[in-house]
């Protein structure tokens, strides 16, 4: 599949070049070059005429930013990541997933990436993305019941101390007959 070619031969060529000096590993230099020779298809589709150069920059520029993509810490704005650490939450978390959604879990928690666990797991990084956003579902949930249970069993003190339970939303108050 010769795409361009230049002085160098062809930008295909050039692709594997990049792959090859970005990293030694040689599954990261496959995925790498999957992921150029996509990126490379996309651009000649959506810019049918430049020069051979200017797609040869352009797959430099997404070499770097795929390879810091991947070494980059995972983004853990979740609101549910750090009941994570709670070793109870996960013991009731993980019984509500399924084996795969488990061992999603399992990457997630020793901080893999997404990308690292999908290569892991053998799967695509959309899967792992999927599974973690069910995950992220699973764990709202738990959270949600825990939140009313608290409240459930915040409101069977309440009457006990004196406090209406109908008037409860508008704060305590003390039964005259307590007094």
């Known amino acids: 599949m010769v795409v361009g070619e230049d002085r160098d031969g062809t930008i295909e060529q050039f692709i594997f070049r990049i792959a090859e000096s970005r990293t030694t590993v040689i599954q990261l230099q496959e995925d790498l070059v999957r992921d150029l020779c996509a990126h490379l298809l996309h651009l000649r589709a959506a810019f049918p ?3 051979a150069e200017w797609y040869r920059r352009s797959c430099e520029l ?9 070494s980059a810490p995972p983004k853990t704005v979740n609101r549910w990541l750090p009941e994570l650490k709670d070793e ?9 997933l399924t084996p795969k959604q488990q061992q999603v879990l399992a990457l997630l928690l020793e901080d893999i990436g997404i990308r690292e ?12 993305i999927k599974h973690r956003r069910k995950i992220e579902r699973a764990a709202n949930r738990l959270l949600q019941a825990g939140a009313a249970a608290a409240v459930m069993l915040l409101l069977s003190y309440l009457p ?12 305590p108050q003390v039964n005259p007959s307590s007094t």
């Open 160 to 171: 006990t101390h004196g406090v209406s339970r109908s008037n409860a939303s508008s704060g």
């Open 49 to 51: 005429d430049q020069p």
């Open 117 to 128: 666990a999908g290569r892991r797991l053998g799967v695509s990084h959309v899967a792992v």
């Open 88 to 96: 109870t939450f996960v013991a009731r978390l993980t019984p509500r």
């Open 62 to 70: 997404r070499a770097d930013q795929y390879l810091r993509q991947i």
